[in-house]
């Protein structure tokens, strides 16, 4: 049995926040909850695709290289614990579980090939699930 449930979001670096929510925005997206940083700067965004079909959109200054950036995806999954487990026992080094911001529990690791994976298990609370606003402090 597989311990993910399906692909929970792709994160999509942009430089124009509005331009990328109106461009999936024609493509049927609503916006499920924004980020915010400590100064109330709008520095992120979920857009839902149905129910639960993610892409989280984070503002950057500029572009690393031509046609965009994918920072990183994330799987849904039952049990962070035991998706774990599962990478552990495979050889992969795995973050510590923790409970984010949004209310979902998750663990991070990386791929042979350097990507940024995170694990989510939703919460009754996620925002993934309930909408809002995520408010995050990225000070030192």
Sequence with gaps: MS???????VCIESVDLEASEAFYALLGARRQFEIRN??????????CFGES???EIVKINELKRDG???DHFAL???D??????ILVAGG???SDSALGVDHTWMVTCHDPNGIFIELHQYTRRSLQKTGGMC????TP
């Design 3 to 9: 311990a993910v449930v399906r692909l929970a979001h």
């Design 38 to 47: 400590v100064q109330d700067e709008l520095i992120g965004m979920y857009l």
């Design 53 to 55: 079909t993610f892409i």
């Design 68 to 70: 965009g950036a994918i």
């Design 76 to 78: 849904e999954v039952e």
């Design 80 to 85: 962070v614990s035991v998706a774990a487990g």
């Design 92 to 94: 992969v080094e795995v």
């Design 135 to 138: 408010r995050i402090d990225y």
